[in-house]
């Protein structure tokens, strides 16, 4: 069992770059693939990256592939997602999620989330 804990959110200008993490406050995510989804307002959850376990595989979804970017330090028990080319629509709410063993892009397959951290990019 892990707990997670995003930060790094903020307010920034559309073009800006940001960098958000999600630590582990208990457990250990070596074992667990690793995900970030967000959450516009009035809008459903939505897909945004994974990583797996062993970080030999990264997914992207589709409006993110090229400006997105996840990986982790299992080390550090942390999973990171540097976010590049920043738009209005990149607005929500940032989720880190866990899942044992294998990726998956279902927002249902994954068993810890994190509170969120808030992305606001103005025009």
């Known amino acids: 069992q892990v707990q997670l804990v995003e930060s790094g959110g903020g307010l920034v200008q559309a073009g800006a770059s940001l960098n958000i993490s999600c630590t582990a406050s208990?457990?250990?995510?070596?074992?667990?693939?690793m995900a970030w989804f967000r959450q516009a307002p009035g809008k459903e959850r939505e897909f945004v990256a994974v990583?797996?376990?062993?970080?030999?595989?990264?997914f992207y979804g589709d409006s993110m592939s090229g400006r997105f970017t996840i990986s982790r330090d299992n080390a550090k028990n942390a999973v990171y997602l540097q976010m590049n080319s920043l738009q209005p629509g990149d607005t929500a709410v940032y989720y880190c999620?866990?899942?044992?063993?294998?990726?998956?892009?279902?927002?249902?397959?994954?068993?810890?989330w994190g509170q969120g951290t808030q992305v606001t990019v103005s025009s």
């Open positions: 999620a866990a899942r044992r063993l294998i990726a998956s892009l279902r927002e249902s397959a994954y068993d810890y």
């Open positions: 208990a457990g250990t995510i070596t074992n667990y693939a």
């Open positions: 990583i797996s376990q062993n970080i030999d595989t990264t």
